[in-house]
């Protein structure tokens, strides 16, 4: 009798076994997808490229090819916006592993959550909506009870209830891994570089937060201070498909055309961020920063160094995470520093942390996702802070014609301003030819001053019955011309020699040709 139940047994079990091996269905809910579509899901995520990005490079002078007048016979051609802008111009490339995420917005940023990559790469986040396979999430934290747990249906309000569920078990207190870090802002385009985040999200958090005003008279500095609790982790797939739960879904559109990242790892935590504006030199401000914040010790040294700091600075903190909040916050005793750092700085139930940074994977290599951030800025050229300019305007009545080559009558009142930065009010000067040819020696050119020619047509009975004003290049870019041409020319700009400078007037319509000759720089 025995024997007989024994092979009933059998051959029920070897028809369940005939029976799931002949299905048409190659994938189960929950475990995966089985034979020929894994293989297939992963051949083709195996062929998909990884995304191109820039390669990285440390900063570097962004080189502007200088513009030509075809009207007067290839001079150098300045226009008012591109002749005078702010400081030099700079680029840089930074190859980033871990990104900050300074942002209420992360509903993205969830362990497991699957990215397009070529969207990383310009900051906006996609994710990819598939049928996903179970995933198991981990805790750094260490306690009485496992610190794992397994999420079904992998998505943003499951993985959501998976932590909520893993936080609430009972765990060490450990304290706050703390990091400090400070990094010279030059404007808005570097905070990203500043802050290693290329998410949009995070940078236009930090933009809006106020922590700035990027006066140009001031430099700005950023302290980051991050405190990590915990990290989330998920265990890494040993295939593609093992993310997948089902192949009905149309894969080659909806991964895209190169191989999709997922978020492996997340740090939990608060993080401070600091935006310090200040009249202090570069130098002088930054050891005063490294005393102050950087030491992680709030002694009386510290706070002699914070001190000296705010007496020519504008100090503001933004708070994430934590029990304490801020909204760009005055920092004016480093006791509030410390008080904000010390609240809150330990892991508990009511004080769990928020995402603050993440690393990405490649899916199909497991390989860490590094995104190159890229940034071109400017700087508030400090070089020639203590230098001075002398120089001779030199140009002729048949130097003024249209942008389309035709001549200009030289009549009407003609004058020269210049304007010093020290200086609120500058007189205009009339301004005569002799023998068809004026020339000035422009004394003590500096920094901030202008040089500014008005030709005053308004009384002329001809098409060109209008005043047109031609500002010259910047005391920055005239002293960036000298350099170059140091030693191989004697004169700035020449028409016999090393071409002639074009500026164009505020209306665009009119072009005019000038010779800056016998320069000389010399200390204040």
Known sequence: MNKLIISGFYVILCSVFIFSSCSNDDSLPGNGLLGETAKSLD????????????????????????SRSSVFGGAYLYTRASGNSSGQEFEQANEVEEQLLFSEDQEIFYPGALIKAKNIVNGSYTPIIVPRNPITISTSLVGDKKSSVTVEDPKLSTVRDALNDLLTRTYDTPSANITYS?????????????????????VGSVKASGLFSFKKEKNHFLVKIQQVFYTIDIDLPSKPSDFFSQADFDYKSLLGDEKPVYISSIKMGRVFLLGIETTMSKVEAEAKIQASFLRGAFDANAETAFNDLSKKSVIKARVL??????????????????????????FSRDNPGIAISYKMRELGTNNTFR??????????????????????????????????????????????????????????????????????????FEKGDKIILTFDRRDKDDEYRDEYVFELPSFEKLMERAEAIDGKYPHLYDMQTNGALVIMDSTKQLLLKLELEKHRIYEK
Request: proline share 3%.
């Open 182 to 202: 400070s990094e010279e802002v030059y404007d808005e385009t570097y905070l990203k570089l500043a802050l290693g985040a290329n998410y949009t999200g995070t």
């Open 43 to 66: 051949g083709y995520i195996s062929s998909l490229p990884s995304i191109e990005q820039i390669k990285p490079f440390k900063e570097r002078v962004v080189q502007q090819p200088e």
């Open 371 to 444: 995104t190159v951030i890229y940034s071109k800025y400017r700087k508030n050229d400090s070089r020639f802070n203590d230098k001075r300019l002398d120089f001779h305007l030199y140009f002729e009545k048949s130097y003024l014609k249209t942008v389309a080559g035709k001549d200009v009558p030289f009549t009407g009142q003609i004058y020269l301003e210049v304007q010093k930065a020290d200086a609120p009010n500058s007189r205009k000067e009339a301004i005569w030819f002799y023998h068809g040819t004026f020339e000035r020696e422009i004394i003590a």
């Open 321 to 346: 995470g934590g029990n304490a909040s801020l909204s760009a916050k005055a920092i004016s005793d480093i006791k509030q520093l410390k008080t904000l750092l010390e609240d809150g700085a330990k």
